[in-house]
């Protein structure tokens, strides 16, 4: 198959954008650049790669955004930039967000249009770890740390689930919950008589926030990242099986 057919029919653009992104050299194929759009090439067998990222036929498309302060997560909005206005120059087509940050947070989104994964990647009996640091208005006490840890009443019929709490300094902390409830830090937060005053996500699973891109970049996630990330709901219901085990179920 022509390499611009290609690409256009694995998403990275329409026939006329691939086009032109291989005339300028971005299109690489078993990592040699190639700029003639009527290269040849083996759907099944090579590696080509627009930007960084590997276009297939059964492949899915990943990126790691430092979401800044003042873009919502969304898709589309008629008034607001959306984390999507920010993935500049790549096809975004069938790309949302995993999950979803407040307006005002900032740090690790995941984009991608695997909808397994996300969905892996948010369903709450996988238990996949979601890490934020948070500046907060008063100093947390031992009780306060203690209560997020056990979970705590934000006004929902469940408690929320057990967090992990580490005290960096004494109005910043790390902490690290299984669940995505709305607002859930700064509702944690609240219910022991604390406030949020700054929220960044550090990381998602085994995926942390690369340090080197500025707020508003994004990259493609790596083989291995992806790799990670498909392993960490690989081992289904960690929690479950052990209380299985521990039933004798
Ligand atoms: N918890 C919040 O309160 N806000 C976020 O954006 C993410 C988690």
């Known amino acids: 198959m022509r390499l611009d057919k290609f690409l256009s029919q694995t998403g990275a653009g329409s ?64 008034r607001q930039k959306t984390v999507l206005d920010l993935l500049t120059d790549i096809p975004v087509k069938g790309l ?41 208005s008063i100093p947390l006490s031992v009780e306060a740390a203690d209560a997020l840890r056990r979970g705590v009443d934000i006004g929902e019929k469940k408690l929320t689930a057990p967090a992990k709490v580490e005290l960096i300094e004494e109005k910043r902390i790390l902490i690290t919950i299984q669940e995505g409830r709305y607002h859930q830090i700064k509702r944690m937060l609240k219910a022991v008589g604390n406030e949020v005053l700054y929220l960044k996500r550090l990381s998602m699973g085994g995926l942390v926030l690369d340090e080197n891109l500025r707020k508003g970049e994004f990259r493609p996630l790596r083989e291995a990242e992806i790799e990670v990330l498909k392993k960490e709901y690989a081992h289904d219901d960690k929690r479950e099986s052990t209380e299985e085990k521990t039933a004798g179920i």
């Open 15 to 78: 026939r006329n954008e691939v086009k032109q992104a291989i005339r300028k050299g971005l299109v690489s194929v078993n990592g040699s650049i190639i700029k003639d759009a009527s290269a040849r090439v083996a759907e099944e067998k090579d590696a080509v790669c627009f930007k960084g990222q590997l276009f297939s036929f059964t492949k899915y498309h990943y990126y790691m955004l430092y979401k800044p302060a003042g873009v919502v997560t969304a898709t589309k909005d008629s």
């Open 96 to 136: 949302f967000p995993v999950g979803r940050l407040d307006k005002d947070t900032e740090g690790l989104l995941l984009l991608t249009d695997d909808g397994a994964l996300a969905h892996n990647l948010l369903a709450p009996k996988k238990h996949v770890d979601k890490t934020y640091l948070a500046e907060i």
